[in-house]
């Protein structure tokens, strides 16, 4: 687990060709709370965990508007989050006033990307600590890219980062292939089902979610709270049970409870 | 020009061999383009002469160029201000080309970033001495605007520069509807395009009429005008007025 002789800074490589520093850079994502991206064809749902330094607090602010086309959800350094967003807000602010028009959300990825990888290859710099769910629309419809402090940059259908994601993460490959298709509503309460995997154990209400959505004609805005108890509240009668199995009969109860636009639900595994 | 305005880029003042590199007046310039929004895209027209001062001297300037896939870029006014603009644009779209990515820049794209251009030159009192007419069609829309060389910018059903806003708008105003077909279009341009042969002393009798359609973009070989000049009144046109000429 240690690496002690090649990890001092960024721009040493180890013998077996890695990066330390950006790997550690990487963990730290890992360690933020779970946020978590969908998207259909037409719109895309980011939704992230509300945690609080304690209950006197606030919790973090996870989820920011880039645009009204564009929204970032955030896990790791929050502080590295806050200034990335407000890079991306320029960039697209500079490209609606330049143009008249709203910047590709593929584009705008990219350029976040070159700005990460930047800090891979300076001795003087170090990685952002954070790792950012891009959404959003342009020409070819609604896409959800993945930002990496490596500089890389992925496009999904669906996907889950922070503490806890692998939870979320087998929830969503399970029904990924259906979310093209989806609803509006369909599509948050998946979202909401997939933050609740990552709570594993704890009842879900909507004070412990940020949910927000958007999408071909509706620009990019947070869910109230009241609209996000009745999503839960749909499938919510069934009580959590613990871990392991519970999981998946937990999730296939609230699949039937979900009703109408709910698609395939694979058959549980033991 | 005897006054000289500091331009101030931060380190110095700029000293007097740069001040005089800025566009004081122009030299080779077109003259009007008219266009109008059709039932298919937009039709532009347009002269091939560029003067040099009273002097028609060039009469092979093709002053509507396309741009990307869905624009149309005409001129009017310096044509060496214009061939700068063609440069910036070809940068626009190389950069938007090797994105790659499925997106492309609409006529509204351009148009904004045309203005962008000619507003902040005139604010650094060196403007690109044209008036620019940007027409296009993406995804089924049609677009129509225009850009002066103060920056002033706006949309419209049909524009014109120059002379023509003198000549020809008054016509469009009248005859111009959102359904005409190609055929009338043209007619309705070449309508236009006489009466500024007529009028205006810069124009020549060559003219070309392109059409951006979702299509594409199309620029008409040159062709002439009939012209009459029969009217009685050109016989004896001092007859009212003895002494004039």
Known sequence: ?270 | MTFTIPIDNGDSVKTAEADSQRTLYPYVTGTSIVAIKYKDGVLMASDMGGSYGSTLRYKNIERMKAIGKHSLLGASGEISDFQEILRYLDELVLNDNMWDDGNSLGPKEVHNYLTRVMYNRRNKFNPLWNTLVLGGVKNGESYLGMVSMIGVSFEDNHVATGFGNHLARPILRDEWRADLSFEDGVKLLEKCMRVLLYRDRSAINKLQIAKITEEGVTVSQPYSLKTFWEFKAFNNPTAGAEGSW
């Not at chain 1, 920011?64 to 320029?90: C, P, Q, W």
């Not at chain 1, 342009?138 to 692998?166: K, M, T, V, W």
């Not at chain 1, 839960?232 to 519970?246: A, K, L, Q, R, S």
């Not at chain 1, 979900?258 to 395939?264: K, L």
């Open chain 1, 1 to 270: 687990m240690f690496r002690n002789q090649y990890d001092t800074d960024v721009t040493t490589w180890s013998p077996t060709g890695r990066l330390f520093q950006v790997e550690y850079a990487m963990e730290a994502v890992k360690q933020g709370s779970a946020a978590i991206g969908l998207r259909s064809r037409s719109h895309v749902v980011l939704a992230s965990v509300n945690k609080a330094q304690s209950e006197l607090s606030s919790h973090q602010r996870k989820i920011f508007k880039v645009d009204d086309h564009i929204g970032v959800a955030i896990a790791g350094l929050t502080a590295d989050g806050r200034v990335l967003s407000r890079y991306m807000r320029s960039e697209s602010i500079n490209h609606s006033f330049t143009y008249e028009s709203p910047l590709p959300v593929g584009r705008l990825v990219v350029r976040l990307a070159d700005k990460a990888q930047v800090c891979t290859q300076r001795s003087w710099k170090r990685p952002y600590g954070v790792g950012l769910l891009v959404g959003g629309l342009d020409e070819s419809g609604a896409h959800l890219y993945y930002n990496c402090p490596s500089g890389n940059y992925f496009e999904y259908q669906a996907f889950a980062i922070g503490s806890r994601s692998q939870a979320a993460k087998t929830y969503l490959e399970r029904r990924f292939e259906s979310f093209n298709e989806s609803s509006r509503e369909d599509l948050i309460k998946d979202a909401i089902l997939a933050i609740r995997e990552t709570l594993q154990g704890e009842t879900l209400k909507s004070s412990l979610c940020t949910v927000s959505v958007l999408g071909v004609d509706e620009p990019f805005h947070f869910l109230d709270q009241d609209s996000i108890q009745k999503v839960i509240d749909t499938f919510e009668n069934v009580p959590e049970e613990e871990e392991d199995g519970g999981e998946a009969e937990a999730e296939a109860a609230a699949a039937e409870q979900g009703g109408a636009g709910d698609q395939d639900v694979a058959p549980m595994e033991m």
